[in-house]
Structures are given as structure tokens and as C-alpha cells.
DNA sequence: CTCCCGATAT
DNA sequence: ATATCAGGAG
């Protein structure tokens, strides 16, 4: 058993002690869902696109759905969240695929995902834990920001710092260390004025940044 | 690397 | 004004 391993544990035991259960922030109540979900959530808060998918989920039902979507029908739909073009597309494209490929259904497999239009290392990894119990970590945002602050990952590039936390931490642990890190990264570990004063890990933080 | 893109925090 | 928000495609 490695040092890094050991500290990656002692990190996760105090955030879970902090967040019991850590649950994503997103609303979905089957794989379909939070795969959208997750897509729309790009450059854009849970929150905002928790009040699109509220009336979007009642009008779309299946990946056929979308795969049959007016694309500005679509667009008008998931506006709020921005890149509305953009995302209205890859929807339509991803779930067209779902269709033509996948029975209509979410794959349950990382290789089938990362074919999927739309969807990245990110959006796969966080589909598959979340929907599906599959271990993986999925690195965004805070869970870049948090690793690299507490020296869990050398490097800034996401799939290396993925790698690097699957290493530190048992597999079990996976989804619910990704989740769990990008809670403490919104609400602690905050990008621009992070309130290390009230935080659990500030004894275990090399961060020279670390303020008061 | 740029582009997509609206809303909010600082 | 500008950085950032559960990124990915070209």
C-alpha cells in the first residue's frame, strides 16, 4: 500500500464524513435522463438545467424522441443552459445513434459510450457510475481543481488525473469519490474564492494558494 | 487551439 | 470587465 494511496483515503474518509451518501445534484430517474442531463450540464450549473429537464423530460420520453426532434424545436427547449445549438445537435445526433445501434437504450459499456456524439471520458464516466453502479472516476471541472489543489494529481490533464485517482483509491470507491470531490469543489474548493477556512482537508492541503 | 453560448459571481 | 459554470467536437 502506497503513501499517495493512504493520504487519497484519508482525504476520502473526512469529505464523506462531511458527505454522507453523495448523491449527484442533477434530476433524472433513468440512464436516458441523466445521460441528457449530463450533456446539458456542460459550462453550465445543475441547477439551470434542472429547471430545463423538469418540462424537457415530460416532453421527451425516449432517445426517439430526440432522434426525431425539429432541431430548433429542440434548441428553443435547452436554451437556457447555453451552447444551445451546439448541444441541441449532439443530443439529436447521440440519441439517433442510441437508436440506430443501441435498441433505443444507454449503453452499459465505456467503449460504447465514448461513441455516443456528445459524449466524453466525463460524461460516459458519470453516466455509467451514477446510472449503472460502474466504477469509474469522472473527471470535470472541480474534480481537475480539487485533485491538482491537494496533490492527488500531478498533471492538469483530465484523463492522466483520472488515472491517477484510480489508482489512489480502491475501485470501490470510484463513483462515490467522484462525486464526493465535485461536491466539496462547488461548495468548498471553490475555483475563485475558496473558503479554506471552513475546510475539512486544510491540514492535508499543499496548495500554496490556500488562503485563511 | 477555437468555437459553441447564457447566466451569475467577483 | 472578466472568469467561471458537472465539456466536447472539429
Known amino acids: 500500500m502506497t503513501a499517495p494511496a493512504n493520504r487519497a483515503r484519508e482525504i476520502l474518509a473526512r469529505l464523506l464524513k462531511a458527505h454522507p451518501n453523495p448523491r449527484l445534484a442533477l434530476v433524472y430517474h433513468n440512464p436516458l435522463e441523466?445521460?441528457?442531463?449530463?450533456?446539458?450540464?456542460?459550462?453550465?450549473?445543475?441547477?439551470r438545467v434542472n429547471?430545463?429537464?423538469?418540462?424537457?423530460?415530460?416532453?421527451?420520453?425516449?432517445?426517439?424522441?430526440?432522434?426525431?426532434?425539429?432541431?430548433?424545436?429542440?434548441?428553443?427547449?435547452?436554451?437556457p443552459t447555453g451552447f444551445y445549438r451546439n448541444k441541441a445537435r449532439l443530443l439529436i445526433a447521440c440519441c439517433r445513434k442510441l437508436v440506430a445501434d443501441f435498441g433505443g437504450r444507454v449503453p452499459d459499456s465505456l467503449e460504447a459510450m465514448l461513441t455516443l456524439p456528445g459524449v466524453g471520458r466525463?460524461?460516459?464516466?458519470?453516466?455509467?457510475?451514477?446510472?449503472?453502479?460502474?466504477?469509474?472516476i469522472a473527471v470535470d471541472t472541480h474534480v481537475a481543481r480539487v485533485a491538482q489543489r491537494l496533490g492527488?494529481?500531478?498533471?492538469?490533464?483530465?484523463?492522466?488525473?483520472?488515472?491517477?485517482?484510480?489508482q489512489a483509491?480502491?475501485?470501490?470507491?470510484w463513483v462515490t469519490a467522484s462525486n464526493v470531490l465535485i461536491l466539496h469543489g462547488r461548495e468548498t474548493c471553490t475555483a475563485r474564492k475558496p473558503r479554506c477556512g471552513e475546510c475539512v482537508l486544510r491540514d492535508l492541503c499543499p496548495w500554496p494558494g490556500k488562503t485563511a
Not at 34 to 47: E, G, K
Not at 61 to 74: I, N, T, V, W
Not at 153 to 158: G, I, L, N, T, V
Open 122 to 136: 466525463k460524461t460516459a464516466n458519470m453516466v455509467l457510475g451514477n446510472a449503472f453502479g460502474i466504477p469509474g
Open 34 to 47: 441523466l445521460l441528457v442531463a449530463v450533456i446539458l450540464s456542460a459550462q453550465c450549473t445543475d441547477a
Open 152 to 166: 492527488l494529481a500531478a498533471s492538469d490533464d483530465p484523463e492522466e488525473i483520472e488515472r491517477a485517482l484510480m
Open 169 to 173: 483509491l480502491p475501485k470501490q470507491d
Open 51 to 79: 429547471e430545463v429537464t423538469r418540462t424537457l423530460f415530460r416532453k421527451y420520453r425516449s432517445a426517439r424522441d430526440y432522434a426525431e426532434a425539429d432541431p430548433a424545436e429542440l434548441e428553443a427547449d435547452i436554451r
